[in-house]
């Protein structure tokens, strides 16, 4: 029933346009107007069909089409859609030269019905051979995703970017760099960078940033969904489409949270929500005592040591420079636990350090990304048949002027 699986009954009744107009598409061309015998029809196909059938099998045996979501059955329609697009692309190619003897400004209709055919045969590979890219291996898992029909998605073909963090994604290593807005313009635009490394040096032997963007549709104050619009990485055999999944709500997020001021010396303690810090050194240095001080007067630094509940630890160095008489607070951040330090003044051999709770220090974004190849197959088909279409309407202009 439609409403068990939309996608397989779309899906299906698409696959028999697609053999009903690509047979149609190869054969119409070989019709005679009024009147065409069998003999003749047949010694002009018969040779485009052959070569189709085969080409089409050569195709279904190694071109690693094994789309089978929807059983045996539904792979066989595939592969025959398959063989009426090839025989299409094949049967308009043969008729250009055997029916028009290669003359292209009277070849409009064929080079038309040739790139119909491609497009055919474009989306049934790229589609039927589409791979997720974006498998989730860190373990975050965002609840309640949709795909860009509205549909469920799975959470284990979703990955959850920490912004700044290099991330693992199938051949990639993908790290979210931050995101941007225009005044008036709902939308957030994202800047996405992919690495691929060598695996036997480690050296970058691709790299690449990709902008896709999103917004979050609200009625009446509250969130009723997400529209996104993917962005992609072209290649010659291949498309890589990378849309956002799920976003955080940027007017949840907003930093609200105020540094607490603690008085502390080497080897204090100060405990958070999710664990506890201590103050392992404090390092005071001028550049009377220091020639190699940069650019600053003196500087007074915390080295901290954050222990989590979890039993993570990780590691802090907050700062104050004096430049001029003037200070000058360099904060540092422990995204994980959502922790921010910052050096207020020196008292001594104590410092005034301030630390922090925000939720919105952790920026994140959750992205689907597939591979889509030999899509530009359906690329070329397209550009083919909007030419065909030109020329046909050229040739019809002129032949009506005389």
Excluded: C
């Excluded at 400004?105 to 038309?112: C, F, P």
């Amino acid at each position: 029933a439609i409403g068990e699986d939309r996608e397989y009954v779309y899906n299906r009744v698409m696959i028999l346009i697609a053999v009903v107009t690509g047979i149609l598409t190869a054969v119409i061309q070989y019709l005679k107007y009024k009147n065409t015998s069998r003999s003749y029809w047949m010694g002009k196909i018969a040779v485009p069909t052959i070569i189709s059938l085969l080409v089409s099998v050569a195709v279904s045996v190694f071109g690693g089409i094994n789309y089978d979501k929807y059983g045996v059955g539904f792979l066989a329609a595939i592969h025959l859609a398959l063989f009426a697009g090839i025989y299409a692309v094949i049967a308009n190619a043969a008729y250009i030269w055997i029916g028009t003897r290669g003359n292209l400004k009277a070849a409009g209709a064929s080079i038309t019905h040739l790139g119909f055919g491609m497009m055919l045969v474009g989306i049934l590979i790229s589609s039927s051979k589409k791979e997720v890219i974006s498998i989730n291996r860190t373990g975050i898992v965002i609840p309640g995703l949709k795909d860009p029909r509205g549909k469920d998605d799975s959470g284990m073909e979703n990955v959850t970017l920490i912004q700044g963090v290099p991330t693992p994604m199938g051949k990639y290593t993908v790290t979210y760099l931050g995101d941007t807005t225009a005044p008036g313009d709902e939308k957030l635009y994202f800047r996405i960078n992919y690495k691929k490394l060598d695996t036997a040096s480690g050296k970058v032997v691709e790299e690449f940033n990709l902008y896709p963007d999103a917004f979050l549709m609200k009625q009446s104050g509250e969130q009723t969904g997400l529209s996104a619009n993917p962005a992609s990485r072209h290649y010659w055999h291949k498309d890589i489409f990378t849309f956002v999944s799920s976003m955080p709500d940027p007017q949840k997020t907003k930093d609200t949270a105020s540094f607490v001021s603690h008085l502390v010396k080497e080897g204090d303690t100060l405990f958070y929500s999710d664990g506890f810090a201590t103050i392992d050194r404090i390092v005071s240095a001028d550049k009377d005592h220091n020639k190699d001080l940069p650019l600053v007067d003196s500087i007074w630094m915390a080295e901290i040591s954050v222990h989590a509940k979890n039993g993570m630890s990780y590691k802090a160095q907050p700062a104050l420079f004096i430049k001029d008489k003037q200070p000058i607070a360099k904060t540092d951040t422990v995204v994980s636990q959502s922790l921010i330090f910052q050096v207020n003044r020196h008292d001594g051999e104590k410092l005034d350090l301030g630390m922090k709770e925000s939720s919105a220090i952790m920026k994140y974004v959750t992205l689907k990304a597939f591979q889509f190849p030999f899509i530009n197959i359906l690329w070329i088909g397209t550009i083919l048949m909007v030419a065909g279409f030109m020329i046909s309407a050229y040739r019809r202009m002129i032949l009506n002027r005389n």
